[in-house]
């Protein structure tokens, strides 16, 4: 593995070089560089061409070092890569197991992780459109912290099990830490911080959790209930990750926040109180489905702009045109990224808090 990670490593090296040669020639001749989206992609449900660099004020500058959230297209699965700038990275999901999702998925880490190590890894629910390669991904590189579903019988749920036994072996030999995910859990920056506000804990009301856990057969909204519904802030730029939570766990987030028991959890780390007013990014819960991103929820959050990691022409019919319409309800102007249309969604944010989207458009709109 570490043979295979360093030879790709430096041919990357030579390809970047290259690349960054033919846009200096590119620029130097007039040139047009269509690389860069600053929210032209699909716009307010409507779709549009990805933009050009420097078009009616659209922010561009240098992505090296800075923070970014990269929604992977992994087709109808999720994958969520964030490089904290400070040296910290975290997944979120890891896609539906599949060669090309783990390709796509360990080519990003193989690019920004250090040292083969991933500081955080965050399993939001057992489905396997999220957990598909976690096994491999645990295998092949050194986590440091892992953030799973407290779940009373995990031998009950394929092939999440294959990934929490490598975790409960790593934890016994003292080579990993694990968290079971729930409101207040915390993960802390100098410019950043990262908060669950849902699910809340077992034996708590409301909880995601005690369905799940009391169940013999539990349903999938029940199982797709217990991802975290996760508030990120980085420099005041706002994104909200949602895993497949549902409606009532939307409801829960938003209790957690209003009660003030969310904001307590930040004022012992000596952070600003969660802001859910106007969010820069959110990243729609369940592929799009319908039986998530309810009405309160986004009439509450009134998301700038959304990503939907969706496959094409998938069985689900996702992303729903309800869905859709209700977001456009809450944000008329927001702007939606489909992965299925846009491939990877990589969205950065500099050190004075502008941000910059950049699309692979892999697909003409």
Do not use: W
């Not at 294959?162 to 790593?170: G, P």
């Not at 369905?211 to 057969?217: G, P, Q, R, T």
């Not at 939570?245 to 003030?260: H, I, M, R, T, W």
């Not at 022409?313 to 008329?332: C, F, Q, S, V, W």
């Amino acid at each position: 593995m570490n043979g295979r990670i360093k030879l790709k490593r430096r041919l990357k090296s030579i390809a970047y070089v290259l690349l960054a040669v033919c846009f200096l020639f590119c620029s130097a001749c007039g040139g047009e560089h269509l690389e860069y989206d600053n929210g032209g992609g699909t716009t307010g449900g409507e779709t549009q061409p990805p933009a050009s660099p420097n078009v009616n004020g659209e922010v561009v500058f240098d992505t090296d070092g800075c923070f970014s959230v990269r929604f992977l297209d992994v087709g109808n699965s999720d994958a969520i890569f964030i490089d904290f700038a400070d040296g910290k990275t975290m997944l979120i999901d890891c896609g539906e197991k599949r060669e090309s999702n783990l390709k796509t998925i360990e080519n990003c880490l193989d690019e920004h992780v250090t040292d083969d190590t991933l500081n955080y890894l965050v399993l939001t629910h057992p489905d396997s459109d999220h957990v598909g390669n976690a096994a491999d991904i645990l295998t092949d590189y050194k986590v440091e912290t892992a953030y799973i579903p407290k779940l009373a019988q995990p031998e009950n749920f394929n092939p999440y099990y294959e990934a929490y036994e490598i975790i409960e072996n790593a934890r016994t030999a003292g080579n990993i830490k694990r968290i079971y995910s729930e409101v207040g859990k915390t993960i802390c920056g100098d410019d950043y911080y990262l908060i669950m506000l849902s699910p809340n804990a077992r034996g708590t009301t409301d909880s995601a959790y005690d369905k799940v856990n009391s169940s013999v057969d539990p349903s999938a909204d029940d199982i797709n209930d217990i991802s975290p519904i996760i508030y990120l802030d980085y420099k005041g730029v706002r994104f909200i990750f949602t895993g497949d939570a549902g409606f009532s766990q939307e409801k829960v987030a938003l209790n957690n926040v209003d009660s003030g028991l969310v904001n307590r959890y930040l004022k012992n780390k000596q952070k600003p109180d969660v802001n859910l007013t106007d969010i820069d990014f959110l990243k729609v819960s369940h592929h799009g489905s319908d039986d998530a991103s309810g009405n309160e929820f986004l009439q509450r959050i009134t998301p700038k702009n959304a990503v939907i990691s969706v496959g094409g022409d998938n069985k689900y019919g996702h992303p729903k045109e309800e869905t859709l319409k209700r977001i456009k309800a809450a944000n008329e102007n927001y702007n939606l990224y489909l992965t299925s249309v846009h491939g990877t969604v990589s969205v950065y944010v500099n050190g004075d808090g502008q941000t910059m989207v950049k699309t692979d458009a892999k697909k003409a709109a």
